[in-house]
């Protein structure tokens, strides 16, 4: 029996533009993905009879998730199924940090590893799960265009720090959209240099901007909300900065905070072996 566990990371957006919603009320998208060293974690087995059922701790999900959802799809593409798949959830839900998107990539990432598939039929059944999900099966830091599922890989960044922070709310991303479509904006192109910018800032909740206002205090060269929030994470120069930051924010108690690495393309594609 093969047993493999997959370390799903979530991710920030280092950049995001909204464009206007098309016909079918989708809207296009400029962003910059980079995947971050906060994990869910996926335990796969192959060699048993197949299973159609997730096992999911440390949250409440739904019966058909996205990891349910890869599972059923990916029926019609890889001529393996598991015998068993455990999700152990850490990345909250609601956040904008792509933590489901990541999970169900994850599972694509595991049956690809026992039973390679093409790179178009995977970023398929990538797109067809969800619009982040191709972003984690390129991993590192890339460009998303179209709805988000068109990638473009871009070099490894030099190693930064993240502290991300989660306020006591969730943000509904049907809700955010709605809301920033009453605001009245040009969409904006891609960015000269390094800055940190996110067209949801217009719309977030007070308490994911004091948020960012508070990293920057704390030392963060910049801050931003990441995908439609409600996490913000702040960029900071090396781990000891970034971990006195999240400890400082840990003892006001007003958020969940992390330290999380920035990840290299190889590091947020890592599978290991049980």
Not at 75 to 84: G, H, I, L, N, Y
Not at 265 to 273: G, Q, V
């Given at each position: 029996m ?6 799903c ?46 096992e ?18 990916s ?10 798949v ?145 996490s ?32 290299s ?9 049980l």
């Open positions: 093969t047993k493999l566990r997959i370390p990371p979530a991710k920030v957006n280092l950049f995001l533009a909204v464009g206007p919603p098309d016909r079918r009320g989708y809207h296009p998208l400029r962003t910059v993905f980079q995947a971050v060293a906060l994990y869910d974690f996926l335990d796969v087995e192959f060699g048993g009879p197949p299973t159609w059922k997730v999911v701790d440390g949250a409440e999900l739904p019966a058909e998730n996205t990891v349910s959802k890869a599972l059923r799809l029926q019609e593409v890889f001529a393996v199924a598991p015998s068993r455990r999700l152990e959830k850490h990345i909250p839900m609601q956040s904008g940090l792509g933590g489901g998107s990541s999970d169900a990539a994850g599972l694509l990432r595991a049956l690809d590893h026992i039973r390679p598939g093409s790179p178009e039929e995977m970023r398929s059944l990538a797109a067809a799960v969800g619009a982040d999900v191709p972003f984690f099966l390129a991993g590192g830091r890339a460009k998303g265009e179209g709805y988000g599922d068109q990638i473009t890989p871009l070099p490894d960044a030099p190693e930064e720090w993240y502290v991300i922070a989660k306020p006591p709310i969730g943000c509904s991303t049907p809700e955010m959209y709605a809301r920033l479509d009453e605001k009245p904006r040009e969409w904006r192109d891609w960015p000269e240099g390094d800055e940190l910018c996110n067209d949801f800032e217009r719309v977030a909740p007070c308490e994911c901007l004091d948020l960012t206002e508070r990293l920057r205090i704390l030392g963060a060269r910049d801050a931003a909300l990441s995908g439609s929030g409600s913000v994470f702040g960029r900071f120069a090396d781990e000891g900065a970034a971990t006195a930051a999240a400890a400082s924010m840990k003892s006001e108690g007003h958020a969940q905070v992390w330290v999380a690495k920035g990840l393309r190889r590091e947020s594609l890592r599978i290991d072996r």
